[in-house]
């Protein structure tokens, strides 16, 4: 069965005003320092599944005067990326509306190739790296970022939080999605025949007083919100009780002392042959 929270097959995040907040707070050093050491000036750079453009303008900034292209199949973030790109004066980056497993690129077009929470919404995996694979140059890089739900935590949790990162990972795989990706990567790269994989973990934090209030919002008015709790429970991924009590376990979790939350994520970076 397909749960289609977005307008756009196979991605459950959607496009809502409040998630896309979420992707605003990201930048290239929080989510995806591991890779800024690789870039230098001059590299041509991918950045697929680019949403609003927040990483792709730090990449835009680590390879200036190269060329950053960010790829995303959903026109209304390559619109919002293309102002992002304009604020920040970012001349050398260039974005195009297309899929992932299809790009508009000819063989060998880039040196580094940076994708951070995508092929766990993508469906078929190997389509997607050997489509990259692809478009990278013979010694070119692949770095990664994506989520290992299971791993991340909301705390305290009331004995009901955890809940609803079951339902959330309940949701992505009704979409066919991969909720553990991050811990899956390198078993991917290893079956794509990327060689020299170097694989880490980190966990993205939130437990200031303004992250607090970030993630409640978050949870109150994207995940619980109708079109997200509807479709959980039409999936058979939660119930109306259980969404009840899980809104108001956030409620007492925004008002405790010791409100901490993070995500965790796997991240690789990985080099496509020479020959
Ligand atoms: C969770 S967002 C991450 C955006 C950005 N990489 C970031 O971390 O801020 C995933 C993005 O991937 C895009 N996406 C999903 N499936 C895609 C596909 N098959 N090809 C290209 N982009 C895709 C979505 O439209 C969405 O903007």
Redesign the pocket.
């Known amino acids: 069965m397909t749960v289609l929270v977005s307008g756009?097959p196979?991605?459950t995040?959607g496009?809502s005003e409040e998630y896309l907040q979420a992707?605003r707070r990201?930048s290239a050093e929080s989510?995806a320092g591991h890779l800024l050491p690789y870039l230098r000036p001059g590299l041509r750079v991918l950045?697929?599944?680019?949403?609003?453009g927040?990483?792709s303008a730090g990449l835009a900034t680590a390879i200036a005067p190269g060329e950053l292209h960010g790829?995303?199949?959903?026109e209304s973030?390559v619109a919002l990326a293309r102002a992002v790109a304009r604020a920040g004066k970012h001349a050398n980056a260039i974005f195009h509306v297309?899929?992932?497993?299809d790009l508009p690129f000819e063989d060998g077009f880039f040196d580094a190739a940076h994708?951070?929470?995508?092929l766990?919404?993508?469906p078929d995996t190997h389509a997607?790296l050997a489509e990259v694979k692809r478009v990278l140059k013979p010694g070119g890089i692949l770095s990664c970022r994506e989520m290992i739900c299971e791993s991340s935590f909301t705390y305290p949790d009331f004995g009901v939080i955890r809940n609803s990162w079951d339902m959330f990972e309940d949701l992505l795989v009704a979409d066919d999605g991969h909720p553990q990706m991050g811990k899956e990567i390198k078993g991917h790269l290893v079956q794509a025949e990327f060689e020299n994989i170097r694989v880490s973990a980190s966990f993205s934090a939130y437990s200031t007083p303004e992250d607090i209030a970030f993630i409640y919002g978050l949870a109150n008015q994207w995940f619980l919100s109708p079109e997200i709790t509807e479709a959980a429970i039409k999936y058979g991924a939660s119930t109306e009780e259980l969404c009840n009590d899980i809104r108001a376990s956030y409620d007492k979790w925004k008002r405790h002392p010791g409100a901490f939350c993070a995500i965790a994520y796997g991240e690789a970076i990985a080099d496509k042959p020479l020959y």
């Open positions: 756009t196979d991605y995040m496009f992707l990201f989510h950045d697929f599944g680019c949403g609003p927040a990483i790829v995303d199949v959903e973030q297309a899929d992932v497993t994708g951070h929470s995508i766990t919404h993508v997607a």
